[in-house]
């Protein structure tokens, strides 16, 4: 079994920073790409940052300049370090990682349970 468990959400006044942190367990061969989306009420879910097992970054134009997104490769865990917060950014965020629980399986998209963002004064 597979677990992506995220950590770091809660309540932050706009303009305040909350660093989001998403380990996966269990039974890994191999991680490619890791990542966060979001989904507010009424939304669909959407990508905010994506990074790659070689470090390549990809953000949504409403992060970029706000938002880093890392990874540990040896702690299989990525992180989200989010700064000047808006109360727009208020959602569910889920951890992504697309990955072979072994070497006979193909690559598959793993999420985590989600945690909640509120940006609010």
């Known amino acids: 079994q597979v677990q992506l468990v995220e950590s770091g959400g809660g309540l932050v006044q706009p303009g305040g920073s909350l660093r989001l942190s998403c380990a996966a367990s269990?039974?890994?061969?191999?991680?490619?790409?890791m990542g966060w989306f979001r989904q507010a009420p009424g939304n669909q879910r959407e990508l905010v940052a994506t990074?790659?097992?070689?470090?390549?970054?990809n953000y949504a134009d409403s992060v970029k300049g706000r938002f880093a997104i890392s990874r540990d490769n040896a702690k299989n865990t990525v992180y989200l370090q989010m700064n000047s917060l808006k109360a727009e950014d208020t959602a569910v965020f889920y951890c992504?990682?697309?990955?072979?629980?072994?070497?006979?399986?193909?690559?598959?998209?793993?999420w985590g349970q989600g945690t909640q963002v509120t940006v609010s004064s």
């Open positions: 992504n990682a697309a990955l072979r629980p072994d070497g006979r399986t193909w690559w598959r998209d793993y």
């Open positions: 269990g039974r890994i061969f191999e991680i490619n790409a």
């Open positions: 990074i790659t097992s070689g470090g390549r970054t």
